[in-house]
């Protein structure tokens, strides 16, 4: 069942890219009434940064999917972000588990207050995982750039260390969660957030290190 699932996911994949010879990069929508549309202009960045910097062959635009659509399929690369509540069907919460164990990546950029909706909605996807803190040393902090001590902060809210989570299915993460982090602020149009120019550098560095991960290992 897993082997073929994988096979389909890789068959879906290869359909998209050879289509458009590109790789598209998607983010999540969901239900429950929490922004999942903020940080508008993040991935078009952070695809753009991509494309010049590591000459990787990523779409210029992202596409929205939904949780529970079959088009969920054809995306290497999900985000799901915003800051309030999230909740999945059954549906929903069975097909993102196929996408992920398949073979695809969920990246969960909170953007402040997310966590704690979205932690039990992945429980619902995986009810036999628990995120785990991923350690300095993991290879998704040391790709092409190296951050020895994890993830970069980018935007300050509660003055606490920023970390990375991983679910790990059968020795693979398929999900990597930025906690106190806010990647995605750090991928916007300068004049969103103001932040400087070396702050945005590092959330473009580590999202090009994450990429790197995912296309790579």
Not at 28 to 37: A, F, V
Not at 154 to 164: C, N, Q, S, T
Not at 192 to 212: P, Y
Request: charged share 20%.
């Amino acid at each position: 069942m897993k082997k073929t699932l994988a096979i389909l996911l890789l068959l879906a994949l290869s359909s998209a890219l050879v289509a458009q010879n590109k790789t598209q990069l998607a983010l999540l929508k969901y239900g429950g009434g929490g922004d999942w549309y903020s940080d508008p202009t993040a991935l078009t960045n952070l695809a753009a940064f991509c494309n010049t910097d590591q000459q990787m062959n990523l779409a210029p635009t992202y596409a929205v999917v939904e949780v529970g659509s079959s088009e969920l399929f054809n995306y290497p690369f999900v985000e799901l972000t915003g800051h309030g509540n999230v909740v999945f069907s059954s549906q929903e919460a069975q097909n993102l588990r196929q996408y992920l164990v398949g073979g695809g990546f969920l990246l969960i950029d909170d953007n402040y207050g997310l966590k704690e909706f979205v932690v039990p909605q992945m429980k619902k996807v995986f009810p036999e995982l628990e995120f785990v803190e991923l350690p300095f040393s993991h290879p998704i902090y040391h790709q092409k750039y190296d951050f020895p001590h994890g993830l970069p902060k980018i935007h300050e809210h509660d003055g606490k260390a920023p970390k990375g989570y991983g679910l790990i299915y059968e020795g693979r993460l398929v999900c990597f969660m930025t906690w106190e982090c806010d990647l995605g602020d750090g991928w916007e149009d300068q004049d969103v957030h103001n932040d400087s120019q070396e702050t945005r550098l590092k959330a473009f560095r580590m999202g090009s290190n994450i990429l790197r991960y995912v296309f790579m290992n």
